[in-house]
């Protein structure tokens, strides 16, 4: 199989910036793949963009092309059965991070200035950490849903990808125009330690913290696992809400059939109770946000995985628990004394892009 970072590309003439686009986010005149075969054998061109393109457009963006992905955007790999694997620019023998694989080669790589992600468990930062670049996870429900294929839409969100935070604020002013980056950044920042933590990429986090001047004060968080498997549980039930009509269809892979089967188990109050703990875990996220401006952990426990490995939601752990909330976040590489960088992750209040960003600058411009 051919490996691959696009799944369609597209000779734009736009006079903006390079974008390249998820392939489960509808570009007029393109077909929505969702990375899978099962959706690309019915699948028409797009009528029209999703609404989340308009900013793009407006700005005469040249769109590169539809990006490979994780089926369905159901997985944290990148790894693709019929599309091929987008190659880690930082080791070809380690996965590129999934679910948006080919948004964090494709600007890894130099084919984009920018590209559009989706995440729902992690989907635009784990790639972000494993290529060694910069991704938003926005606030839920900032960025409109219309036109993207969806996975678990109570946790779905579209952000931005680029190699710096100078991209991501690009990428933002595309998605929402008129975003501006906060004037002043936060200077108070929570630690907090993700268990089972590679100790480099701990040392990476504090020396980068330190580097920037911030004060930093260790926070505990609980609830965080918990949130981990509530996060797992709503997920793993809309997933099968909206997919499970491709059960059995040729050209849906083993392994996300199998993933999707699992919500066939998810009882109603199994998710109920799910829901009971989000609302838990956003009020203790809340207070934390009473006594510091930022939380600073690591995006992923680990480096990347090699690409045959069954490690795959281990990537998660870092990343899960913040889609239940609904917070935004920023996944940001900061150097390490090895040849991998580690990815510093930032989570602010709702709604509080600006200000992450503008942190983000101040950490990027300390270490680099």
Not at 17 to 24: F, Q
Not at 55 to 77: C, M, P, Q, S, Y
Not at 119 to 146: M, W
Request: one cysteine or more; glycine letters at 12%.
């Amino acid at each position: 199989m051919r490996v691959t970072t696009f799944i369609t590309r597209l000779e734009g003439s736009g006079s903006g910036p390079r974008l390249a686009v998820k392939d489960l986010i509808d570009v007029e005149g393109v077909p929505t793949t969702a990375g899978s075969r099962a959706v690309a054998d019915a699948a028409e061109p797009a009528e029209k963009d999703a609404p989340c393109m308009q900013g793009a457009r407006a700005a005469d963006a040249r769109i590169v092309g539809k990006t490979n992905l994780h089926e369905l955007a159901f997985g944290a790999t990148g790894v693709n059965v019929w599309y091929g694997t987008p190659v880690n620019p930082l080791d070809p023998t380690l996965v590129p991070g999934g679910s948006s694989s080919g948004s964090a080669v494709a600007i890894a790589s130099g084919e984009a200035d920018v590209a559009y992600g989706s995440d729902t468990g992690g989907s635009v930062r784990i790639p972000s950490a494993c290529c060694g670049t910069a991704g938003l996870k926005t606030t839920h429900g900032r960025i409109p849903l219309e036109g993207v294929w969806p996975l678990a839409l109570s946790l779905d969100t579209v952000g931005p990808m680029a190699r710096d935070v100078a991209g991501l604020v690009l990428g933002m002013q595309l998605l929402e125009p008129g975003f501006s980056v906060a004037g002043a950044a936060p200077t108070a920042v929570g630690r907090f330690r993700l268990p089972n933590t590679d100790p480099a990429i701990d040392d990476a986090i504090d020396r980068a913290l330190a580097t920037a001047e911030l004060e930093v004060v260790d926070v505990d968080l609980p609830g965080w696992m918990k949130a981990f498997t509530d996060n797992g549980v709503i997920l793993i039930a809309e997933a099968f809400a909206l997919d499970s009509h491709l059960l059995g269809k040729d050209g849906l892979g083993e392994a996300v059939a199998t993933r999707i089967e699992l919500g066939r188990g998810v009882a109603a109050e199994n998710v109920e109770q799910a829901e009971a703990g989000r609302k838990d875990w956003q009020r203790e996220l809340a207070q934390i946000f009473e006594r510091v401006e930022v939380i600073a952990l690591p995006t992923m426990p680990m480096f990347p995985i090699p690409v045959d490995s069954d490690k795959e939601f281990d990537l998660t752990i870092g990343t899960g628990s913040i889609n239940l909330s609904g917070n935004p976040a920023l996944a940001l590489p900061v150097p390490t004394n090895g040849r991998l960088p580690a990815s510093l992750q930032l989570v602010g209040p709702h709604n509080s892009e600006d200000r992450l960003l503008a942190l983000g600058q101040v950490i990027e411009g300390a270490v680099s």
